[in-house]
Nanobody, 128 residues
Framework: QLQLVESGGGLVQPGGSLRLSCAASGFTLDSYVIGWFRQAPGKEREGVSCLSSSGEATHYADSVKGRFTISRDNAENMVYLQMNSLKPEDTGVYYC?????????????????????WGQGTQVTVSS
């Protein structure tokens, strides 16, 4: 059974950092596009960052470029989202998602509905 489990969320002050983790089981991540999405209360789910199955292509939302970094550890079957210089507007529930559709990471990052597999989410709150 394919499963994704996020962890690493929490409460952090503006300017702080968090590293989110996404553990995969039932499949190997290097065969799938992986996306990190977030959803704030009352807002649509939005793509934050995506990584191609080869690991060679990445995409970041303009709002997080230069602050967030997506990475993958094939040996551990984990995906990470390093978040630095956090802002209050980064607050939301963060989800990792996986799918093997043959689209670009740019496309996979703007259309959440393309993904079949989702984790349960982890809350990130940026507040002083």
């Amino acid at each position: 059974q394919l499963q994704l489990v996020e962890s690493g969320g929490g409460l952090v002050q503006p300017g702080g950092s968090l590293r989110l983790s996404c553990a995969a089981s039932g499949f190997t991540l290097d065969s799938y596009v992986i996306g990190w999405f977030r959803q704030a209360p009352g807002k649509e789910r939005e793509g934050v960052s995506c990584l191609s199955s080869s690991g060679e292509a990445t995409h970041y939302a303009d709002s997080v470029k230069g602050r967030f970094t997506i990475s993958r550890d094939n040996a551990e079957n984990m995906v990470y989202l390093q978040m630095n210089s956090l802002k209050p507007e980064d607050t939301g529930v963060y989800y990792c998602a996986a799918d093997d559709l043959p689209f670009t990471v740019q496309a996979m990052c703007v259309i959440p509905h393309l993904y079949d597999y989702w984790g349960q989410g982890t809350q990130v709150t940026v507040s002083s």
